[in-house]
């Protein structure tokens, strides 16, 4: 059997602002009907990154843990779709959410915190694994963001991220 993870790539950031930055650069790289599947703890800068691919896809205005609402969603050009599972109950079914919908009509890119307490989000899908980790040393500004690509990864997705 394949193992899930085929093929990596990592970067190390010194700021939040680094981590917005390479968020930035990956946008100027998806297309519709992508997916990233963030990972990490509480405070690593899942929602710092997707703030970067916000901005990058053009959006000005706020960005925040959908944590409640559990969804947002971006007027960009591709739209997109910002979802936290952290409340959501992990025997819930994801599929409920709607977000294949709310990616199809919206031609979206979509972008997952907490996807890893969701494994079968990764099933079917053209996704990347994002995941964010914190240094040992609670004073430590560094992260480990590290891209694996997944068995639904597309070749041009992956493509992409060998370029950044
Ligand atoms: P999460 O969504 O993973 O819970 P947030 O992005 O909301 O995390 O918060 C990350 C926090 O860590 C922010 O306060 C941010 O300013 C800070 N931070 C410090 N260094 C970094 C870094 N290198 N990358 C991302 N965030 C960082
Ligand atoms: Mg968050």
């Known amino acids: ?32 009907g992508e997916w990233l599947l963030l990972s990490g703890p509480l405070g690593a800068g899942k929602t710092t990154f997707v703030r970067g691919l916000a901005r990058g896809l053009g959006y000005d205005g706020t960005v925040r843990s959908p944590t409640f609402t559990l969804v947002a969603t971006y007027k960009t050009s591709p739209m997109l779709v910002h979802a936290d599972l952290y409340r959501l109950d992990e025997g819930a079914c994801v599929d409920d959410l709607g977000l294949d919908d709310l990616a199809a009509e919206g031609d979206a890119v979509v972008v997952v915190e907490w996807a890893d307490r969701f494994p079968q989000l990764g099933v079917g899908r053209n996704a990347l694994r994002v995941s964010i980790d914190l240094d040992d040393d609670p004073g430590c500004d560094v992260r480990t963001l590290s891209f694996a690509r997944a068995a639904g990864t597309s070749h041009r997705l992956w493509q992409e991220v060998e370029r950044l």
């Open 1 to 32: 059997m394949c193992p899930d993870s085929l093929q990596q790539r990592t970067f190390r950031t010194a700021t939040a602002d680094d981590t917005q930055l390479l968020g930035r650069a990956l946008a100027a790289r998806l297309r519709a």
